[in-house]
């Protein structure tokens, strides 16, 4: 087989793939959890908060992003189980949680509904 070659626009402009821009404005779901199961929900969320969003937002703010998160996705109420603990709709659910910490604009789901 031979490869594949293109071009990738955002907003009709062109984009490296190995830029900076590119890697902040996506995120890529696996299909496979890749959770600790022995981590608490709330503790995985702060814990890619304080990753992604680093020392430019307060903890109190991160910790309203959080609850804002889990709220949406329906998983306010398992904040204080173990990842190793949920459904497996659930740990979707938190993966997409974990991403949406950093607001991308485009997420990649390998097999969402699987």
């Known amino acids: 087989s031979t490869g594949v070659s ?3 626009r955002v907003n009709g402009k062109p984009m490296a793939p190995s830029s900076e821009r590119f890697r ?3 995120c890529y779901i ?3 959890d890749l959770l600790r199961p ?3 929900v709330g503790e995985i969320m702060l814990l890619a908060a304080h990753l ?3 020392f430019k937002v307060t903890k109190a703010y991160k910790m309203d992003l959080i609850k804002q998160i889990l709220s949406l996705l329906g998983l306010d109420h398992r904040y204080n189980v173990p990842t190793g603990k949920l459904s497996g709709g659930q740990k979707k659910r938190l993966a997409i949680a974990l991403e949406l910490i ?13």
């Open 102 to 114: 950093s607001n991308p604009p485009v997420l990649y789901l390998d097999e969402p509904t699987t």
């Open 52 to 54: 992604k969003l680093g």
């Open 38 to 40: 022995q981590l608490l």
């Open 6 to 8: 293109g071009n990738i």
């Open 30 to 32: 696996h299909q496979d």
């Open 24 to 26: 902040q404005m996506l």
